[in-house]
C-alpha cells in the first residue's frame, strides 16, 4: 500500500471514531479517477457513511454531510446512508460516478446490497441532463479565451463523452476517460484528444495554453445538440421507494 493510500485510510478510521459512524465505501473521484491527473493533482476522496440508529431517530437532525478535509493533497467528504439512498431515486449521476470509481479505498458488504438495488434507480434524462450542464458551465466559465486550461478540456469533453454514451448504450458511462474515448468519434478529434493529454500530463494544472480548433468546435457542436436532447427526453426515473426503504431500515437496525 502507498503512503497516500495508508493516509486515506488512517483518515476514515478517524473520521468513524471522531464521527461515531461507520464508512461503507470510500473512493477516489475526479481526475484520478477519470486516469487523467496532473502532476500536482490532489486526491478526491468520497465516502458513505451510516450513524448509529438512536442518531437516525432524533428530533434534531444531524448534517447529512461530513466535510473533513481540505488542502493541496487531500479533499475528503463524505454522505449519510440516508442522503445516499435518496440521491439513488434522483438519479444523481455523481453518485453514479462513485459507485463505479476503479479507485476503491473501502468496499462493504453493505455497500454492495445498496448498489445492487441502487443502480436499479439510473436515469437516462437525469444523467444526460447533469452531464449536459457540466459540460456547458466549463464551456462558458473557462474556454471563451484565447488561452485556456487543458484541464478544463477535459472538463467539458469527458461529461460531453459520457453523454454520447448514454445516448448509444442507455446505460451508465463508464468513469475512466480513457474508456470513454474508444467511442466511436472522429479520428482528427480522438488524434487531438491524445495531443493534448500529453501536454496537459506534463504540465501544472494551472498552465494556460493556445485553444485546439478541433476539440472546441466539437464541444460547441455537441453542447447544442445535447442540449436538445436533454430537453426532449422523457422522464424515466423510477419512482417507487420500496426497496430504498427496505434496505434503509435493515442497515439502521444492525
Known amino acids: 500500500m502507498r503512503d497516500i493510500e495508508k493516509e486515506i485510510w488512517h483518515k476514515l478510521c478517524e473520521i468513524e471514531q471522531k464521527e461515531n459512524v461507520k464508512v461503507i465505501y470510500a473512493v477516489e473521484s475526479g481526475s484520478r479517477a477519470w486516469g487523467v491527473e496532473s502532476p500536482d493533482s490532489d486526491y478526491d476522496v468520497r465516502f458513505i457513511y451510516v450513524r448509529n440508529r438512536e442518531d437516525y431517530l432524533r428530533l434534531e437532525e444531524h448534517r447529512d454531510v461530513i466535510e473533513w478535509q481540505l488542502d493541496d493533497v487531500l479533499d475528503i467528504n463524505g454522505w449519510d446512508l440516508k442522503k445516499t439512498l435518496i440521491q439513488f431515486h434522483k438519479g444523481n449521476a455523481t453518485l453514479f460516478e462513485w459507485a463505479n470509481s476503479p479507485i476503491v479505498y473501502k468496499i462493504t458488504d453493505e455497500w454492495k446490497e445498496i448498489y445492487n438495488i441502487g443502480k436499479k434507480y439510473f436515469s437516462k434524462k437525469s444523467a444526460l441532463y447533469h452531464y449536459?450542464?457540466?459540460?456547458?458551465?466549463?464551456?462558458?466559465?473557462?474556454?471563451?479565451?484565447d488561452e485556456v486550461k487543458y484541464k478544463k478540456y477535459v472538463y467539458a469533453l469527458r461529461p460531453l463523452l459520457a453523454c454520447k454514451y448514454i445516448e448509444d448504450n442507455h446505460s451508465i458511462p463508464p468513469v475512466r476517460f480513457e474508456e470513454?474515448?474508444?467511442?466511436?468519434?472522429?479520428?482528427?478529434?480522438?488524434?487531438?484528444?491524445?495531443?493534448?493529454?500529453?501536454?496537459?500530463?506534463?504540465?501544472?494544472?494551472?498552465?494556460?495554453?493556445?485553444?485546439?480548433?478541433?476539440?472546441?468546435?466539437?464541444?460547441?457542436?455537441?453542447?447544442?445538440?445535447y442540449k436538445q436532447i436533454s430537453k426532449a427526453m422523457a422522464d424515466d426515473r423510477t419512482e417507487e421507494w420500496e426497496a430504498l426503504n427496505k434496505v434503509f431500515l435493515r442497515l439502521v437496525e444492525n
Open 180 to 225: 470513454l474515448v474508444k467511442q466511436n468519434i472522429p479520428a482528427e478529434l480522438s488524434e487531438e484528444i491524445k495531443r493534448m493529454l500529453c501536454i496537459k500530463a506534463e504540465s501544472n494544472e494551472k498552465t494556460l495554453n493556445p485553444r485546439l480548433p478541433v476539440i472546441q468546435r466539437y464541444i460547441e457542436d455537441e453542447l447544442v445538440r
Open 132 to 145: 449536459y450542464g457540466t459540460a456547458n458551465s466549463t464551456y462558458m466559465q473557462y474556454l471563451q479565451n
